[in-house]
């Protein structure tokens, strides 16, 4: 899950469509804690210690601080991840720019869930694992 983290700013090489999914699935989980966090501290705010609502946007503006926060810590290996990925589909990095164009994204999308190339390719070896 957190291998692209390691490979944090490793643009040349291949990822496998697994490799890629679990960062998905890492960031989405981490997300998700960070939003159950605000929530209960929201909760525990307002139920518990009856706070007003400047309690309440000052537990907003830190949720989407580490909001903010994980997206800027992430964002890197993310598109690294990606562009690893179309690789991977003997495509070229540079077609991670259509997520720039409204729709664009789909066409990541689709790479994204084809299967790699089952051989060596310009970008590198078959990357290891299923």
Wanted: proline share 7%; hydrophobic share 55%.
């Amino acid at each position: 899950m957190i291998l692209p983290l390691k490979r944090y700013a490793q643009f040349e090489g291949r990822a496998n469509r697994r490799e890629y999914w679990m960062f998905q699935l890492f960031l989405l989980l981490a997300g998700a804690a960070v939003c159950v966090i605000a929530l209960t501290v929201a909760l525990v705010a307002g139920l518990v210690l009856d706070a007003d609502s400047s309690w309440m946007a000052g537990i907003t503006i830190g949720a989407v601080a580490l909001v903010g926060a994980l997206w800027l810590a992430t964002i890197v290996p993310l598109i690294a991840v990606t562009v690893r990925r179309l690789h991977d589909c003997n495509q070229s990095g540079w077609l991670y720019l259509l997520a720039l164009v409204p729709g664009g994204g789909v066409v990541i999308l689709i790479f994204a869930l084809l299967p790699g190339t089952p051989q060596d390719n310009p970008y590198g070896p078959v990357p290891a694992g299923p």
